[in-house]
Each structure stands twice: as structure tokens, then as C-alpha cells.
């Protein structure tokens, strides 16, 4: 009985310490990440899916690698554009992992990388472009730096998503230059929406009055619509119609009552008019 209690204990013992030894190579795989798993320091070619994972405690080591969509801002790269104007840009950029043992074994710090990568590109593309492009055609930009990305990413097993431009910081005096162009600009066509719509306004006063010179009965009904919108809520305000051809003949009276003093003739009554004095016109013969 003894034997057999120190047998059955031993195999207790030694049941004990298998449990203890493969719960120790259990691991946990979360849905977002992938196993990489290293057996005696060579990388195995199985990626482990998320779930349990049984490995061997003493010859296998793993590596979770997260696949989720990372948002890496950009620090404010400074830079000259091309048409010499000092600007500080920041972007963002969006990257997934889609091989996980290349991302584990060919570069150290993936993320780390990716950071210097996009610095570097940015301030070559500021270099490479315009000031109006950085403003107001981002797009191509855009385009371009994840292009300069894609290289080097391919080769760490990581896909460029996508590469936006957030801000451009430009200098004061750069503002202001800014704002005095766009307040010209703006200037400039209202000055010439104010032409274009005077030219308009005179073509229809003159076709206006070539029918009312036509149709002499317009000018007075036209007249007649002024006085009523003149006389129009409680108004004080009184119109007479004054003839035109009134203000003509007082105009001409006063002109013949300036050249008669300046002949030194008494200035005639107002509305009298001067006979003009005929004079004989000499004949050849009186001439000889």
C-alpha cells in the first residue's frame, strides 16, 4: 500500500506539473491582432489567428502585431514652397499592418519609421510645390505624399490608407498681403459689375427716349407718373410740371440783356426782343 500511495503521488506530481507547463504555453490572440510566433528565434511562417494559442513554454515566444488602422499625426514640418514663401504644414496619416511577420522582422519600430518617413516626404512636397496648391488644390498634394510613402511601407508589410494635409501656417505679413489682394479683387468686380450695369441702364434710357421722341404723348404720361409718385404717402413735397421751351426763352432773353450792356445799349425789357438792323451791302459799282 505504501508503494502504491508513493506512485499514485508521484503521478499526481507529475500530472500537476504538465498542467502547470502547458498552461504556462497558453496565450490569448485578441481579434485586432495577429501572432507572430518565434521558435528558438527563427520566425515561424503561421501567422497564429485571434483565440487560444498553444505554444511550447520553452522554444516558442510571440509576438502580437496590431492590425487596426493607426492615425499618426505629423508634427509642423517648416519649409520654403517654390514660389518662396516660408509655411509650416502638419498632416496626418493613416496606415494599416497587412503582413505582420515582415513587420515584426524588417524594421525595428514600425511606427517609429513611418513618423520619420512621413516627415522627410513632407518636407519634400512642401518644397515641391506652390503656395495656391497648398491653399486650395490639397488633392494632388495629398496624392503625391502618399505616393512617396508607399516605397518604403511595401517593404515593411504596411498599407498607406490614405495622407491629408490638416493645416497650413503662413506668417503675418503674408496675411495681410493676402487680405489686401482679396480686397482688391473684390473691388475690382464691383467696380465692374457697377460699369456693366450702368452701360445696361443707358442703353434702355436710350431706347427709351427714341419712342418717347417718337411718341410725344409718353413724355407727359411719364411726367403725369412722377407727379403721383411724388405725391405718394402723405407726401409734402409739391410738383409743377415746368416747360422746357419757357426755360429756353428766359435763357435767350438774358443772354441778349448781357451782350446790350456790354454794348452799352439800355438792356431791353424782359421778353422784348431787338429787330436785327440791316445793313446795305455796298455794289461794285459804288465800290469804284
Do not use: C
Not at 23 to 31: D, F, T
Not at 119 to 146: C, F, H, M, V, W
Not at 160 to 183: C, F, G, H, T, Y
Not at 211 to 223: F, H, K, S, V, Y
Amino acid at each position: 500500500m505504501l508503494i502504491l500511495d508513493a506512485v499514485l503521488g508521484a503521478i499526481g506530481a507529475i500530472a500537476a506539473v504538465g498542467a502547470v507547463w502547458a498552461a504556462s504555453g497558453v496565450r490569448v490572440v485578441q481579434q485586432f491582432q495577429r501572432g507572430v510566433v518565434f521558435r528558438f528565434g527563427k520566425v515561424r511562417d503561421e501567422v497564429r489567428e485571434p483565440g487560444l494559442v498553444l505554444l511550447n513554454p520553452v522554444s516558442d515566444r510571440i509576438r502580437r502585431v496590431n492590425m487596426q488602422i493607426v492615425t499618426m499625426p505629423v508634427p509642423a514640418q517648416e519649409g520654403i514652397t517654390r514660389d518662396n514663401v516660408t509655411v509650416r504644414v502638419d498632416a496626418v496619416v493613416y496606415f494599416q499592418v497587412v503582413d505582420p511577420v515582415r513587420a515584426t522582422v524588417n524594421v525595428q519600430d514600425y511606427q517609429f519609421a513611418m513618423l520619420q518617413v512621413a516627415q522627410t516626404s513632407l518636407r519634400s512636397i512642401i518644397g515641391k510645390s506652390e503656395l495656391d496648391d497648398l491653399l486650395a488644390n490639397r488633392e494632388p498634394i495629398n496624392q503625391g505624399l502618399e505616393l512617396m510613402l508607399d516605397s518604403p511601407a511595401l517593404g515593411w508589410g504596411i498599407q498607406i490608407d490614405r495622407v491629408e494635409i490638416k493645416d497650413v501656417a503662413l506668417p503675418e505679413s503674408m496675411k495681410r498681403s493676402m487680405a489686401r489682394q482679396a480686397e482688391a479683387d473684390r473691388e475690382r468686380r464691383a467696380r465692374i459689375i457697377t460699369a456693366d450695369g450702368e452701360f445696361q441702364a443707358s442703353k434702355q434710357l436710350s431706347e427709351a427716349a427714341r419712342i418717347m421722341a417718337e411718341t410725344p404723348a409718353a413724355l407727359q404720361l411719364r411726367l403725369l407718373q412722377t407727379v403721383v409718385e411724388v405725391a405718394a404717402e402723405k407726401n409734402s413735397t409739391l410738383v409743377l410740371p415746368f416747360p422746357v421751351e419757357l426755360l429756353r426763352f428766359l435763357d435767350s432773353a438774358t443772354e441778349a440783356n448781357q451782350r446790350a450792356k456790354e454794348a452799352g445799349a439800355p438792356p431791353l425789357p424782359q421778353g422784348e426782343q431787338r429787330e436785327p438792323r440791316i445793313r446795305p451791302v455796298p455794289s461794285e459799282g459804288d465800290a469804284q
